[in-house]
């Protein structure tokens, strides 16, 4: 039956992320209690004022279809809190609304990239922009940096990484899947190298931008050498845990944004209705509901990495944004219980998995075979149990 499928498909990997998730399920649905920290989704609900909203557009009847680039409110709403928030100036016009910030991301490589084209990533990287950028037959360049950079590559890298295929660079920050926060200094850094580079855009993912530890969120785009070359993308998913709200949001050189919303045009049309007058409400209004759920992945934070430090052989950075542990496990390849050796990162996260029914997901998803991605998305209570577990499982491997 694979005949009949297009090469695209066939060459497109499953989300490791979500794999891991339907490998927990099938172990719960044989009876197994498992705890699953593979998915990066809050597990706090939408704030009351947000849904009631959208209860609100409802009732006055927000229920038809919007323009592609999304209703005026909201897109005049993104206008101010980019202002307001990151010291960048998108006009309404220069902003499209797209039913999650992923689509986003899909809707750029379909503008941005032809056959053959380059798309510069930081690794480890956001497990979709790897396989977005070869839907689009684009060349993803990984420029890798390890825990003892902070997962951070250096200007030098990114320079080196540069060909006259380069069409865009690509990366998160607070990043998915290692919380690394770039500072000002870093970023302008980036800045400079990319400012003698000005064929070449950049593609800032800020959807994690109110979960970050810092107390400062700095925007690429806000560096005026390179103003004219950035793209920011953001969304609600993260920062308001809208996750199934499916609402994101770039802003973007017009001529960039008019092509995005050409091609949404003929794929999904606008976002929800009553779900964008949600939106507009979410960014203009008080923020105490998302500062309360930042302050509490943080005490999550720490305590996950108080306990990692406990097992031997887990090498953590110190991240600071988002909601991940990404550990290096590489102390661990070799090693064996009698039955089972473990020689890879995907080999440590299925035994982890199997022997202390604990969902992970392996760095080889994000462009780092040595490491793991936790998500302390969970509560504390989860969290204590999943590492008392995972302690037990790993003391077995010599």
């Known amino acids: 039956m694979q005949q009949v499928l297009s090469q695209r498909v066939l060459a497109l990997s499953e989300s490791e992320t979500l794999k891991m998730a339907r490998m927990a399920r099938e172990l719960r649905a044989q009876g197994h209690d498992v705890i699953s920290l593979s998915l990066g989704e809050p597990d706090f609900d939408t704030p009351d004022h947000i849904k009631e909203a959208a209860y609100q557009a409802l009732k006055d009847s927000y229920t038809k279809y919007t323009p592609v680039a999304g209703l005026p409110d ?12 990151n010291n960048l100036d998108y006009a ?12 986003s991301v899909y809707n750029l490589c379909q503008v941005l990239l032809d056959p053959g084209d380059e798309a510069i990533l930081f690794s480890p990287y956001w497990v979709s922009y790897y396989e977005i950028v070869k839907m689009a037959e684009g060349v993803p360049v990984c420029v890798y940096a390890g825990v003892e950079q902070d997962f951070k590559p250096t200007p030098a890298q990114l320079e080196a990484a540069i060909t006259p295929e380069t069409k865009f660079v690509i990366f998160s920050s607070p990043c998915n899947p290692t919380g690394a926060v770039f500072s000002r200094a ?4 980036y800045a400079d190298v990319l400012a003698k580079h000005p064929q070449v855009y950049i593609i800032s993912d800020e959807i994690y931008e109110y979960i970050n530890f810092t107390h400062e969120h700095v925007s690429i785009g806000s560096f005026p050498q390179v103003k004219n070359q950035t793209i920011t993308i953001n969304g609600f998913a993260k920062g308001f845990a809208m996750t199934g709200w ?11 944004a008019d092509a995005c919303t050409k091609i949404q045009g003929q794929v999904t049309s606008g976002a929800s209705s009553f779900g964008q007058k949600a939106g507009a409400v979410a960014l203009l209004s008080d923020r105490t509901p998302t500062e309360q759920m930042r302050e509490a992945f943080r005490e999550r934070r720490d ?5 990692l430090e406990e097992i031997p052989g887990i090498k953590t950075n110190l991240p600071d944004g988002a909601f991940y542990i990404f550990a290096d496990v590489s102390a661990y390849f ?11 990162a995907d080999d440590f996260c299925d035994y982890v998995l199997l022997q202390g029914h604990v969902g992970l997901v392996s760095g080889s998803a994000f462009g780092d075979p040595n490491c793991f991605r936790l998500s302390y998305a969970a509560s504390e209570e989860q969290l204590r149990e999943a590492i008392r577990r995972m302690k037990s499982v790993l003391s077995r491997l010599k």
């Open 186 to 189: 870093e970023l302008e850094a």
């Open 74 to 85: 909201l897109t005049k709403a993104i206008s101010e809190k980019f202002k307001r928030d």
């Open 303 to 307: 305590i996950v990495l108080s306990m």
């Open 334 to 344: 070799g090693k064996s219980d009698g039955q089972t050796t473990i020689h890879t």
């Open 246 to 256: 499916r609402l994101g949001y770039i802003g973007a050189p017009r001529l960039i």
């Open 92 to 103: 309404p016009d220069q902003i499209v609304v797209s039913n999650g910030a992923k689509q």
